[in-house]
């Protein structure tokens, strides 16, 4: 059975920093797309940033250049390293996992493994 299990989330003043982690358990694909998703109360799941098993990113308007993913191969944990937190970043985030796309991808419906998710809290 495969597992996608985040860590790492809590609670932050702005500009402050967290690194969220999502290790995968069960089958491993060489090749992947995996992304970090977030949820704020009220509001529609947003993606925030992806990565291809050939290393290409993509991230939303709204964090690039503060979040930065990262995974080095197909057997490390996916990493979301977020710098300047600001209360607008606070939701529940969650890692998701599909076999390779042709890009890197935002859309929810391009996955079909979803971790549970972890807070993240950022106050004012």
């Known amino acids: 059975q495969v597992q996608l299990v985040e860590s790492g989330g809590g609670s932050v003043q702005a500009g402050g920093s967290l690194t969220l982690s999502c290790a995968a358990s069960?089958?491993?694909?060489?090749?992947?797309?995996m992304a970090w998703f977030r949820q704020a109360p009220g509001k529609e799941r947003e993606g925030v940033a992806a990565i291809n098993s050939d290393g290409r990113t993509t991230y939303a308007a709204s964090v690039k250049g503060r979040f930065s993913i990262s995974k080095d191969g197909a057997e490390s944990p996916l990493y979301l390293q977020m710098n300047n937190l600001i209360p607008e970043d606070t939701a529940i985030y969650s890692c998701?996992?599909?076999?390779?796309?042709?890009?890197?991808?935002?859309?929810?419906?391009?996955?079909?493994?979803w971790g549970q998710g972890t807070q993240v809290t950022v106050s004012s």
């Open positions: 069960g089958y491993t694909y060489d090749r992947y797309c």
């Open positions: 998701a996992r599909t076999p390779a796309l042709l890009a890197p991808s935002l859309s929810p419906r391009s996955y079909w493994q």
